[in-house]
């Protein structure tokens, strides 16, 4: 079967064809493992708090669904979306060790020019969106090199694949954590502290722990961007990213996709209005939501003054590279024409999501096709027949990554909620009466970690258009990190107690990264002290140590005060 009828028949196969072969409970006898912490997902919040963890002489326990670990960084094919002062504050040091050794990766393995194998800061795709875009195979290779040494050690296990089917509690307590393999094998997870890295907080519900979905009530959060009653199926879309290069004078176009019709005529229906269709240059402004005109041009031109999505998230620049490499630019589609706001993935009969996943995935191959095809040119022709689909680049078959780019979790009800308030420019200045630029972010005396986003909601399933407002650099609260009920389960992603709002800031690869590491540093802590975590939060010599402890690892806990009152 040729590439391109692979595909086409790739988009009418139910999606589990594709996804990892788990086993049924009841199949045989539960295995047993041990450990004193088990992270279930292997994201970027996940691989950050077992480093943490092994680090302190635990016995880690890490899961992943996917064949790749790194979340974000790998299986969903999202360049690390950053703030501008990533280089030296905003993050930790193992953050920025990890950016390092991508960097060193390159220099080490590729056939740079000479100049960029100089260049400190290198850039491999020289993308827009990122001082660091890369490639989601490079992120992996580094992410099992610094594992490797907890590997060999013994003090982390990975058990990949790996899917939760049931959690066993006991009052207040997790007891352990059932799932499945790809052997077939139910395997139950024993460990005094439970950590939720999933990408959708899948621990939550079947642990029974309190949880909230969507956009909270404007009477509940105050927040100035809440809608009025609560909505709690309104969520952020979702994307199936997927790689691209370019070859001129070749014919790499798929057979038109079942569903393409549908989608490339597809007027989204959002309020404020979208633009005009989905497939076309033409989209909302996120932060002003008039209509914006973009480009695309494999060829590195694109219309003058406009952005070029090609540029935008590419992950590979020729230009680095010796010629006689043959390495092309490689682009990563991850743009609002493949958004995904129809429905919603999490907390829906379980065929709806299925079908709302699969229906991702077709939009995305029908963006495929129309770039190829339809799509107009800056020379005033229809589409690229040159431009191919790279599934080594995102190590599947059928070319689209391997899991869809989640924006919004399950959130944890916290003992401490971050709300727009805390960190929104336009709410901090209502609340204080001072102007932009006279006031910093809300500080937090449990700070264990800093991020800086703005608060950036992408058009939802209950069909708003972008939430895009101005923040301040932020801390992390040690409160939003624990629930207001169980005492050993906590959240280590994107599932921690903010709003609908201010997740729209927090959801970035360097604040998972901070808050899995964290609570994998709070996990050393309570277990070496004996206390609870919301123990800890409560007494201020205990809190004071904890932080110490942090900082010494290399994690920052506060903003300079130059910084800290810059808008983003």
């Given amino acids: 079967m040729n590439r391109r009828a692979f595909l086409s028949a790739w988009a009418v196969t139910p999606l589990v064809r594709w996804l990892p072969a788990f086993g049924q409970p009841g199949e045989r006898n539960a295995r047993e ?5 088990a992270i279930i997902g292997a994201g970027v919040g996940g691989i950050a708090c077992a480093l943490a963890a092994a680090r302190r002489g635990l016995r880690v326990l890490l899961t992943e669904q996917y064949d790749w670990i790194g979340g974000q960084l790998t299986a ?6 950053e703030h501008r002062w990533i280089e030296e504050h905003g993050s930790t040091h193992t953050y920025r060790q990890f950016r390092t050794q991508v960097r060193d990766y390159y220099r080490r393995h590729y056939p740079l020019q000479a100049a960029a194998a100089k260049y400190e800061r290198l850039n491999p795709g020289q993308g827009t969106v990122s001082r660091l875009c890369h490639e989601p195979r ?7 090199q610094m594992l490797a040494p907890y590997l060999a050690a013994g003090r982390i296990t990975l058990i990949q694949p790996f899917q939760p089917r049931r959690v066993e509690t006991d009052g207040d307590r997790v007891r352990a954590v059932e799932g499945m393999t790809r052997l077939r094998d139910r395997l139950v997870l024993q460990a005094p502290y439970i950590i939720d890295a999933t990408e959708t907080g899948e621990l939550l519900p079947l642990a029974r722990v309190e949880y ?3 956009a909270e009530s404007q009477r509940e959060t105050r927040e100035l961007h809440a809608p009025l009653d609560a909505q709690p199926h309104n969520h952020q879309a979702c994307t199936v990213c997927f790689a691209l290069d370019y070859e001129p004078g070749t014919d790499h176009r798929l057979e038109e996709p079942p569903n393409y019709r549908f989608w490339r005529d597809y007027v989204p229906m959002l309020t404020p209005p979208w633009p005009g269709k989905l497939l076309s240059w033409n989209m909302s402004d996120p932060r002003t939501l008039k209509p914006r005109a973009v480009t695309f041009d494999p060829t590195g031109a694109g219309a003058k003054g406009a952005l070029n999505l090609w540029i935008y998230r590419r992950i590979l620049f020729a230009g680095h590279f010796t010629p006689a490499s043959g390495i092309r630019d490689i682009t990563l589609v991850n743009w609002p024409q493949n958004d995904y706001w129809l429905g919603n993935l999490y907390d829906v009969p379980p065929a709806d999501a299925q079908r709302h996943l699969m229906e991702a995935y077709q939009l995305s191959l029908a963006l495929v096709y129309w770039l190829q095809t339809e799509a107009p040119r800056p020379d005033g022709g229809q589409g690229w027949r040159g431009l191919r689909v790279r599934p080594d680049v995102v190590g599947t078959e059928h070319g689209l990554a391997m899991a869809p780019y989640i924006r919004e979790s399950r959130r944890i009800r916290a003992v401490f909620t971050v709300s727009e308030q805390h960190v929104g420019v336009e709410a901090r200045s209502r609340l ?3 102007k932009p ?4 972010a809300e500080k937090f005396p449990d700070s264990v970690g800093t991020g800086c986003y703005r608060i950036d909601l992408h058009p939802s399933t209950g069909g708003n258009n972008y939430i895009d407002v101005s923040a301040l650099p932020f801390q992390i609260p040690l409160g939003a990190l624990i629930p207001i009920r169980v005492e050993n389960l906590l959240p280590a992603c994107k599932n921690i107690g903010t709003t609908h709002i201010t997740n729209g800031c927090y ?3 360097p604040v998972e990264w901070s808050i899995g590491e964290a609570v994998g540093e709070l996990v050393a802590f309570c277990l070496d002290r004996k206390r609870l975590p919301r123990q800890v939060r409560k007494d201020p010599q205990l809190l004071q140590d904890l932080q110490k402890q942090l900082s010494d690892a290399g994690v920052d ?5 130059a910084i800290a009152s810059q808008i983003v």
Avoid: C, S
């Fill in 33 to 37: 493992l041990r450990g004193d912490i």
């Fill in 76 to 81: 969903q094919a999202v360049p690390p979306d």
């Fill in 138 to 144: 490079v992120a992996l290779a580094v992410l099992l």
């Fill in 212 to 214: 909230v979905t969507g």
């Fill in 432 to 434: 204080l009466g001072k």
């Fill in 437 to 440: 630029g006279e006031f910093t």
């Fill in 507 to 509: 959801r970035l690869h």
């Fill in 557 to 561: 806990l506060d903003w300079p005060d």
